[in-house]
C-alpha cells in the first residue's frame, strides 16, 4: 500500500499568510493527488485534483504541485474561512490511501 | 443540486450487522462511481470500498474485505454498504461520495453529510 504523510501536522498562521502543506508518498505516484479541506463536524470539500488542477468554485488563493513523491498545497492569503483540516489523497493504484491530515490554526 | 445523504448508520454490539444506505439525486447516479470513506472519532480518512457506475465491479480496503459489501440500485438512486462482523475500530462516521467518471473511483468531488456507526457492548 502507498502511504501518504502530511507535514506539519499542525500549522499556526495568520489571516493574510502564505502557508503550505507538504505531502509524501512511499512511491511514485505520478500527479495522481487530490487535496481536500474539512471543517469540524463537516463532510470534507474537494479543492484540488491530479496535483493541481482547481476544483470548480474553489477560490484561486488555493494551488497544488509537485509529482512523484512530493506535493505541496499553498494557499496564497490565508483567510479566514480557510482555518480548516487539509488532507491530501493518491489515486494512483488501489487502495486509495489518505494523508494523516494538517490542521490550520489561527495564531 | 447534487445531494448525497446517508442514513443507516447507529449502535452495535460487535459481532453485528448494519445496512448504510446514500440516496444520490441532482445528477445521473449509475453515470458514476461511488465510494464509502470513514473518519473515526478524532482521526483521518480512510477509504473502505468503491463500486464503479459502469459495470458494479468493486474494489475494497483490507479492513473492509470479507466483512462489507458495497452495492448500488441504479433505479432507485441509492448506494449501499452492508457491514458485518463489526469490531470496535469500525466505530467511525461513514461518508458516501461520488467518483468524478463512471468508471473506478478516484476521488470524491460530492460528499454526503455522513451517518455515524458506533461498534459498542
Known amino acids: 500500500d502507498i502511504e501518504m504523510t502530511q507535514s506539519p501536522s499542525t500549522l499556526s498562521a495568520s489571516v493574510g499568510d502564505r502557508v503550505s502543506i507538504t505531502c509524501r508518498a512511499t512511491?511514485?505516484?505520478?500527479?495522481?493527488l487530490a487535496w481536500y479541506q474539512q471543517k469540524p463536524g463537516k463532510a470534507p470539500n474537494l479543492l484540488i485534483y491530479?496535483?493541481?488542477s482547481l476544483e470548480s468554485g474553489v477560490p484561486s488563493r488555493f494551488s497544488g504541485s509537485g509529482s512523484g513523491t512530493e506535493f505541496t498545497l499553498t494557499i496564497s492569503s490565508l483567510q479566514p474561512d480557510d482555518f480548516a483540516t487539509y488532507y491530501c489523497?493518491?489515486?494512483?493504484?488501489?487502495?486509495?490511501?489518505f494523508g494523516g491530515g494538517t490542521k490550520v490554526e489561527i495564531k | 443540486e447534487v445531494q448525497l445523504l446517508e442514513s443507516g448508520g447507529g449502535l452495535v454490539q460487535p459481532g453485528g450487522s448494519l445496512r448504510l444506505s446514500c440516496a444520490a439525486s441532482?445528477?445521473?447516479?449509475?453515470?458514476?462511481?461511488m465510494s464509502w470513506v470513514r473518519q473515526p472519532p478524532g482521526r483521518g480518512l480512510e477509504w473502505v470500498s468503491a463500486i464503479s457506475g459502469s459495470d458494479g465491479s468493486t474494489s475494497n480496503a483490507d479492513s473492509a474485505k470479507g466483512r462489507f459489501t458495497i452495492s448500488r440500485d441504479n433505479s432507485k438512486n441509492t448506494l449501499y454498504l452492508q457491514m458485518n462482523s463489526l469490531r470496535g475500530e469500525d466505530t467511525a462516521v461513514y461518508y458516501c461520495?461520488?467518483?468524478?467518471?463512471?468508471?473506478?473511483?478516484?476521488?470524491?468531488?460530492?460528499w454526503g453529510l455522513g451517518t455515524t456507526v458506533t461498534v459498542s457492548s
Open positions: 441532482g445528477f445521473t447516479f449509475s453515470s458514476y462511481a
Open positions: 512511491q511514485s505516484i505520478g500527479r495522481w
Open positions: 489523497q493518491q489515486y494512483n493504484s488501489s487502495p486509495l490511501t
Open positions: 461520495a461520488k467518483g468524478a467518471s463512471i468508471s473506478g473511483w478516484l476521488y470524491g468531488d460530492v
Open positions: 491530479k496535483t493541481s
